[in-house]
DNA sequence: GTAGCTCTTAGTCGT
DNA sequence: ACGACTCCAGAGCTAC
């Protein structure tokens, strides 16, 4: 009790500090972006519909075909032998500053909806919310909830966890990072903000636990890139020669930031040394996911191409080599293994078309589920994700549908709708509002059911 | 052990 | 409506 209770004290010193940090930010950025604010306002045109041909800069701006738009400048038609987008600055090392007219919204709505967030949404409440929902009637599409946003297979969706906004960001194919705001006002623009951050695929994106404005990148150009929407640049963080193809902060040691490189190996990032302070060789092929588990953040659960899904406990993982509490053995390559949101479950989905569940006291119960996983390489594999309890699992099928998963009695429902015209592969549920859920597909675009 | 080849598969775009 | 193109996934195979 008086854990949570000083963690709660924490989170909140935290928060406040960062609303004063935002609020100076916001002017700030106002200020900056003054003309082109009125710009925006006085014209009725839509963001990121607009060619830019013949500017040079350092713009990260997406280029027209990797929008999903078809080229018309002269300078893009010219080579049409060459599919893949221009060669992006982001290749460089160092920041890249973001040259935009409409980076000012997207930094203003985000700043604003985080100041204005409760301070904390009750878990209780939550909880009371979660018993009474039922996926199969509560979740549903309309076309106004669907979009191309990016032009690329979509790697990876998130969720801010703004209550009263529906923001979403978006990793593709390309090195694209999109944002989307569904609840975009009417009459400017369409809510969509698109830049290049990476020049191959955008593998895992991991907000800031107390700050959402920090949206870090990682890629299998090596790279991994802040966005600090507030000073509208894209830092770097990291670089290595190996690809990156997982991240995420764990949930309480902020300064940390967690990695999957190349053939195995973790990393751990530590932001106040600005460093890498960790390395393990944790798998035999490349890390496909990491999850901590919210009851105890001391676990950290790993997929892996190895096949094999493992948690492993922090405190004992001092070695090169470190040895797992559990491992799941898979036939074949393991996509993803998520803790359930109580943290008593970890569910596994692999290419051996099975979807794992370990549970049980020492997560040594193992039992699965049969699910048809040959995505091919087309699309991106499917990942089980946990619902708002433990009830449920949300996963991709090839009938272009979504999944149900109940667990208890591995009953699976598809749910189809005539709006969804490609498959959903990747998955994300939003973490304050019950019964929103993103999916995204190969050809770049999202869904947002609810 | 591993480098290299081959097959699979969905969706977009251009005609 | 159709065909060309995509192409850093993964596995199984062969040859060294």
Redesign the pocket.
């Known amino acids: 009790m008086a854990a949570a209770k000083a963690a709660l004290t924490e989170y909140e010193r935290r928060r406040l500090e960062n609303i004063k940090r935002n609020e100076e930010m916001i002017a700030s950025i106002k200020r900056k972006a003054n003309d082109l604010s009125t710009l925006i306002k006085s014209s009725k045109r839509k963001p990121h519909r607009i060619a830019k041909p013949g500017k040079t800069p350092v713009v990260l701006r997406r280029s027209l075909?990797s929008r999903?738009?078809?080229?018309d400048s002269a300078q893009e038609t010219a080579i049409?032998?060459t599919?893949?987008p221009p060669v992006s600055l982001a290749k460089q090392k160092g920041p890249l500053r973001i040259v935009d007219d409409f980076v000012a919204t997207l930094a203003a709505t985000i700043l604003d909806a985080e100041e204005n967030a409760p301070l904390h949404r009750r878990v209780e409440s939550l909880q009371n919310e979660v018993e009474s929902w039922n996926p199969a009637s509560a979740l549903s599409l309309v076309p106004e909830n669907t979009r191309?946003l990016l032009?690329?297979r979509i790697l990876t969706v998130c969720f801010f966890p703004f209550l009263d906004r529906r923001l979403l960001a978006v990793g593709d194919?390309?090195g694209n990072l999109g944002f989307w705001d569904a609840d975009f006002g009417e009459s400017e623009g369409d809510g969509s903000y698109v830049y290049t951050p990476h020049s191959?695929?955008v593998s895992g994106i991991s907000l800031h636990p107390f700050s959402s404005s920090k949206v870090f990148t990682c890629s299998?150009d090596g790279f991994i890139r802040l966005m600090d929407v507030g000073e509208t640049v894209f830092k770097m963080i990291y670089s290595t020669e190996d690809?990156i193809f997982s991240l995420i902060h764990h949930p309480n040691n902020t300064k940390s930031l967690y990695f999957g490189e190349g053939q195995g190996d973790l990393k751990m990032w530590d932001e106040s040394a600005g460093k890498i302070s960790s390395s393990w060789d944790l798998h035999e092929?490349?890390i496909?996911t990491i999850d901590f588990n919210r009851y105890n953040a001391n676990l950290m659960a790993t997929s892996s191409?190895d096949?094999i899904a493992s948690i492993w406990d922090l405190r004992k993982i001092h070695s090169k080599k470190p040895e797992c509490i559990t491992t799941a053995q898979h036939a074949?390559?393991v996509?993803s293994a998520y803790f359930s949101p109580s943290g008593t479950c970890l569910a596994t989905t692999s290419?051996?078309d099975t979807v794992g569940i370990l549970s049980g006291p020492s997560f040594d119960n193992w039992t699965t589920i049969k699910h048809f996983n040959?995505?091919?390489?087309?699309?991106s594999?499917f990942r089980a994700i946990w619902g708002w309890d433990d009830r449920f699992l949300f996963m991709g099928n090839?009938r272009?549908a979504v999944d149900i998963i109940t667990v208890e009695d591995k009953n699976i429902v598809p749910l189809e709708s005539p709006f969804m015209?490609?498959?959903p592969c990747r998955f994300a549920v939003h973490p304050q509002r019950v019964g929103l859920l993103a999916g995204a597909?190969?050809?770049?675009?999202i869904y947002i059911w609810s």
């Open positions: 075909r999903g738009i078809s080229p049409p032998t599919p893949s191309r032009a690329g194919k390309y191959a695929p299998y690809s092929q490349r496909n191409t096949g074949r390559a996509h290419i051996d040959q995505t091919g390489r087309w699309l594999s090839m272009r015209t490609a498959i597909t190969a050809g770049g675009q």
